[in-house]
């Protein structure tokens, strides 16, 4: 079945830094891929719509300038969580769907600490 | 925009009892309906689905049915077993042509043995 992959699994950085995470579709070319943001016992919250060749779609309240998105392929999207502080600590899903009518696959998600 | 609403937040039941979680949304132009368990720490995982043209779907112990005039759609899970215990989410498409998924706020169901 369709496999989305998410690098790394978890991170540790220190504030004022920067932090890559990797969403990669494995098995299949997805056009569209979609962050979400899961803080403790909450729901996912979708962050921004990344577009491959295009710039990113971003949620209401979710800062652009912070959240770099980058699809420059049709398997692979980045997040980059640019001058990370401890309030995005968070764990950060990808997902991505197969198709129009194809149910959303998830990556297995980016546990973000920030000290 | 869509916004959708579960309840309960929490749910325990015993072992071979049903299990309900129901959710609503706002979006009367929403055509999919999955839902999702996500076990601690771990990556939520389509059970089920189902879309706007039909009023109910199951499979197996899981069946989730819909009400589009009342804009709401429920799991329903049968003869639970301690393995379904995990928090399930509720998620509908919103708007016509666009693929965002919008997520109710979890239910943590409990399983008790």
């Known amino acids: 079945g369709a496999v989305v992959s998410q690098h790394p699994s978890w991170v540790i950085c220190k504030s004022g830094t920067s932090v890559k995470i990797e969403c990669r579709s494995l098995?299949?070319?997805?056009?569209?891929m979609f962050w979400y943001r899961q803080f403790p016992k909450q729901s996912l919250m979708l962050m921004a719509t990344s577009n491959e060749g295009s710039k990113a779609t971003y949620e209401q309240g979710v800062e652009k300038d912070k959240f770099l998105i980058n699809h420059a392929s049709l398997t692979l999207s980045t997040l980059t969580v640019t001058s990370a502080h401890p309030e995005d600590s968070s764990f950060y899903i990808c997902s991505a769907r197969t198709g129009n009518n194809s149910p959303l696959h998830f990556g297995n998600g980016t546990r973000l600490t920030v000290t | 925009g869509e916004n959708v609403e579960q309840h309960p937040s929490t749910l325990s039941v015993q072992e071979g009892d049903s299990a309900v979680i129901k959710c609503t949304y706002s979006d009367s132009a929403s055509n999919y309906f999955p839902w999702y368990k996500q076990e601690l720490g771990k990556r939520p995982q389509l059970i089920i689905d189902i879309r706007s043209n039909v009023g109910e779907k199951k499979d197996q112990r899981i069946a989730v049915t819909l009400n589009k005039t009342a804009k709401h759609f429920s799991l329903h899970i049968t003869e639970t077993q301690p393995e379904d215990s995990a928090v399930y989410f509720c998620a509908a498409l919103r708007g016509y042509n666009t693929d965002k998924l919008i997520f109710g706020t979890g239910t943590r169901l409990q399983v008790f043995p």
């Open positions: 098995d299949f070319q997805a056009t569209t």
